[in-house]
């Protein structure tokens, strides 16, 4: 038994717990804070639960217009609202948005409440077996060319070359998830270059398990299409939150800091990244970062090679002058492109600009460092080491980095603090 409980109270969730375990030692519980997380994805049907509570308030929350939305989402699993008391009115009114049944929230009827959530259990399980086996429910779980049992899907996010990026539902995780799948059938010659990528891409992200290295749920293949299943952030990347304003000091450095620490963990697995930039950098509900898409991640323990030597790959505003004229690379390149975003995030524009990507290019190789506003210039210093045009000049590794972005936050915050 899995259960979603929407609450920002620890201590009633702890109160539930304790009921529903006194019955069901296994059930899984997890809890939802909508203080902290925000509104459920617009997708998102719950359909991994057995049901759902809902509480009818939380700190700036109306646990009655997340039921109005909920409700009237179709095949949403059955929700139990907790009500503030056993008031007709309101039992009637939420009924009527759609809740399976109606709880009173401040003394909890224990028998009441097993029967309840064992009736939406049931109510639940027949409600998704009729689903798999309808017309509608095979439908969903057909990304392009791929039926992939377990996963409902939501929407297509991206088209890319080699493969389409959908939202789906994991129904085992209980969550939304980014589901990649290749766009062409695997060839009946054997295993293709796509398919390799595939793998490659699993088996680089698989081996390091980091808060800001973005989660990878699954590998797969079906009707000859692979895919990949990994975490959704429904926030977005770091250049939606780019654009939404300018960031200050303190935040911008928060940011890079974090982006260090993700780079230190995929070089200390051996892998360097090679596509840095704002739009593979992932923001989660808490606010925190996570690195993505490892399509061009080249790991020193594995024989694949994705681009042919000295071919330039990757992002021009982004890449480290070495990268972008096709010599060899190592860990330092990826802290040249983790200094454009750094100049990026303090300044709202990148270090260097031109009509073409070669003119760009030889920019990151010839062109001075550009010079930060007058507020930000005492961030100079470590601008200039990580946009160094000879690697040698650059921190000496990530883990170097993440120390002098700390100590550059530390002083942010003092300069925020005393003005």
């Not at 086996?133 to 088209?159: C, D, T, V, W």
């Not at 070669?358 to 010079?371: D, G, N």
Request: include cysteine.
């Amino acid at each position: 038994m899995r259960l979603m409980l929407i609450d920002d109270d620890p201590r009633y969730r702890a109160l539930l717990r304790h009921h529903i375990t006194c019955t069901w030692p296994e059930a899984r519980i997890v809890p939802y804070n909508p203080a902290v997380r925000g509104p459920l994805v617009a997708d998102f049907l719950a359909q991994g639960f057995d049901a759902v509570l809902l509480d009818h308030s939380w700190e700036g929350g109306d646990g009655c217009r997340w039921l109005a939305d909920l409700g009237a989402r179709p095949g949403f699993a059955p929700i139990l609202f907790l009500s503030p008391g056993d008031d007709p009115a309101l039992t009637a009114a939420a009924r009527d948005a759609g809740a399976f049944a109606v709880l009173p929230v401040r003394k909890i009827d224990h028998e009441r409440l097993i029967a309840l959530i064992k009736d939406a259990t049931l109510l639940q399980a027949e409600a998704q077996a009729n689903w798999r086996e309808s017309a509608a429910g095979r439908e969903a779980q057909r990304f392009g060319g791929a039926h992939i049992p377990g996963y409902r899907r939501a929407r297509k996010l991206a088209s890319g070359s080699v493969s389409d990026l959908y939202l789906a539902e994991s129904i085992e995780a209980g969550e939304m998830v980014a589901l990649k799948v290749t766009r062409d059938a695997r060839r009946a010659d054997g295993v293709d270059q796509t398919f390799e990528r595939f793998l490659q891409e699993y088996e680089i992200v698989r081996s390091v398990r980091h808060p800001h290295v973005v989660h990878i749920h699954d590998l797969g293949v079906t009707d000859d299409y692979a895919y990949l299943v990994m975490e959704y952030f429904a926030r977005g990347d770091l250049r939606a939150q780019m654009r939404r304003g300018a960031l200050n000091a303190a935040r911008a450095l928060r940011y890079a800091r974090e982006i260090a620490e993700a780079l230190d963990a995929i070089h200390q697995a051996g892998i360097l990244h090679r596509d840095l930039k704002p739009g593979n950098v992932m923001i989660r509900d808490d606010g925190s970062l996570a690195l993505i898409d490892f399509g061009l991640a080249k790991h020193q323990a594995l024989k694949m090679e994705i681009t042919d030597k000295g071919l330039i790959f990757g992002t021009p505003h982004y890449m480290s002058p070495e990268q972008g004229h096709g010599q060899p690379t190592d860990a330092r390149s990826d802290l040249y492109a983790l200094g454009v975003v750094l100049h990026e995030l303090l300044t709202g524009a990148k270090p260097f600009e031109a009509d073409n990507p070669m003119a760009i290019i030889y920019q990151h190789a010839k062109a001075p460092v550009p010079r930060l506003p007058a507020a930000s210039s005492w961030l100079q210093p470590c601008l200039d080491r990580l946009l160094a045009k000879v690697p040698a000049d650059r921190y000496g590794s990530a883990a170097e980095a993440e120390r002098a972005l700390d100590a550059a936050l530390e002083e942010a915050i003092r300069l925020e603090c005393a003005a």
